[in-house]
């Protein structure tokens, strides 16, 4: 990710012009790994610990004539947590049925010449946990923004493969009081364009 956004800068020093990877509309069915980067919560008689999981979903992707685009996506993880302690009614581990969502601005940084594309995106996102973590039989959702970088890879004119990876930020509350999180996102998916 780190010599992608290298890439990405060095594209934009030497004043390269952007290009789009492909216009019009796009899905992409995808799949990969979610992973919290603040993994473990402390409260007094409380100790919550969160996996990394499997996630997968889609997106739905325009791009116009210009190095600016627009998304919609959406991804789905059991996200399994264990909890423990003296201070809670469930001990053991279960999943809080995690659903990632955001609406993004894309910004093209690849040269016109270029086949592959690569792109910086953005925007807000909101992170709905089905199955809340203090209770089980809460749901909650927290706003916030997203961010990524992305590459796409073309098979043909309208099929290719993409990867990226995105940070959600938010203020969560894992029985602990509200916290910053980031839970990063890295998918691989088949961009399927019209």
Same mark, same amino acid.
């Given at each position: 990710?780190?010599?992608?956004?290298?890439?990405?800068?060095?594209?934009?020093?030497?004043?390269?012009?952007?290009?789009?990877?492909?216009?019009?509309?796009?899905?992409?069915?995808?799949?990969?790994?979610?992973?919290?980067?603040?993994?473990?919560?402390?409260?007094?008689?409380?100790?919550?610990?969160?996996?990394?999981?499997?996630?997968?979903?889609?997106?739905?992707?325009?791009?116009?004539?210009?190095?600016?685009?627009?998304?919609?996506?959406?991804?789905?993880?059991?996200?399994?947590?264990?909890?423990?302690?003296?201070?809670?009614?469930?001990?053991?581990?279960?999943?809080?049925?995690?659903?990632? =969502? +955001?609406?993004?601005?894309?910004?093209?940084?690849? @040269?016109?010449?270029?086949? #592959? %594309?690569?792109? /910086?995106? *953005?925007?807000?996102?909101?992170?709905?946990?089905?199955?809340?973590?203090?209770?089980?039989?809460?749901?909650?959702?927290?706003? =916030? +923004?997203?961010?990524?970088?992305?590459?796409?890879? @073309?098979?043909?004119?309208? #099929? %290719?493969?993409? /990867?990226? *990876?995105?940070?959600?930020?938010?203020?969560?509350?894992?029985?602990?009081?509200?916290?910053?999180?980031?839970?990063?996102?890295?998918?691989?998916?088949?961009?399927?364009?019209?």
């Amino acid at each position: 990710m780190f010599r992608g956004i290298a890439l990405a800068a060095l594209l934009g020093a030497v004043g390269v012009a952007p290009a789009v990877a492909q216009s019009g509309f796009s899905v992409t069915p995808w799949a990969g790994a979610y992973v919290p980067t603040r993994n473990s919560f402390s409260a007094v008689g409380t100790d919550i610990k969160r996996d990394n999981s499997f996630i997968g979903g889609a997106r739905l992707t325009f791009w116009g004539n210009s190095p600016v685009g627009f998304e919609l996506t959406g991804g789905f993880a059991p996200a399994r947590v264990h909890i423990s302690g003296t201070n809670t009614t469930i001990n053991g581990d279960r999943n809080t049925q995690v659903f990632v =969502g +955001g609406a993004k601005l894309m910004l093209g940084l690849s @040269p016109a010449t270029s086949r #592959v %594309g690569i792109f /910086l995106s *953005g925007g807000p996102s909101l992170i709905r946990r089905g199955a809340d973590v203090a209770r089980e039989s809460d749901s909650h959702t927290d706003w =916030g +923004g997203v961010a990524g970088l992305g590459v796409r890879i @073309p098979f043909s004119a309208s #099929v %290719g493969l993409r /990867l990226e *990876g995105e940070d959600f930020f938010y203020g969560g509350n894992f029985n602990t009081g509200r916290k910053f999180q980031n839970d990063l996102v890295l998918s691989a998916g088949l961009a399927l364009g019209w």
